[in-house]
């Protein structure tokens, strides 16, 4: 069985800066994309930032300049640096991974139950 957990989240003023994480645990043979997304209040789910395996890296416009991600390999963990906090930032971040485990002979989706970011103004 496969989890991917959160960590990171919390209340910070414009301006500010946090850091996400989000590791994936269990019979894991290979993490492929790993991303994050976020999804505010009425809305819906929108990418955030994306990063493959060889660490190639696309953002949403909206963070560019100003989030950046990262993912350790080794510990099948990817990373969110947000500097720059601006208070339509504040969502529900939520962790994905792309990735074959034991008994699959394909690539499936996965999620993260979501960590709560906000910025106050």
């Known amino acids: 069985q496969v989890q991917l957990v959160e960590s990171g989240g919390g209340l910070v003023q414009a301006g500010g800066s946090l850091r996400l994480s989000c590791a994936a645990s269990?019979?894991?043979?290979?993490?492929?994309?790993m991303g994050w997304y976020r999804q505010a209040p009425g809305k819906q789910r929108e990418l955030v930032a994306v990063?493959?395996?060889?660490?190639?890296?696309n953002y949403a416009d909206y963070v560019k300049g100003r989030f950046t991600i990262s993912r350790d390999n080794a510990k099948n963990t990817v990373y969110l640096q947000m500097n720059s906090l601006k208070p339509e930032d504040t969502a529900v971040y939520y962790c994905?991974?792309?990735?074959?485990?034991?008994?699959?002979?394909?690539?499936?989706?996965?999620w993260g139950r979501g960590t709560q970011v906000t910025v106050s103004s």
């Open positions: 990063i493959t395996r060889g660490g190639s890296t």
């Open positions: 994905n991974a792309n990735l074959i485990s034991l008994g699959q002979y394909s690539p499936h989706d996965y």
């Open positions: 269990g019979t894991i043979l290979r993490v492929n994309t």
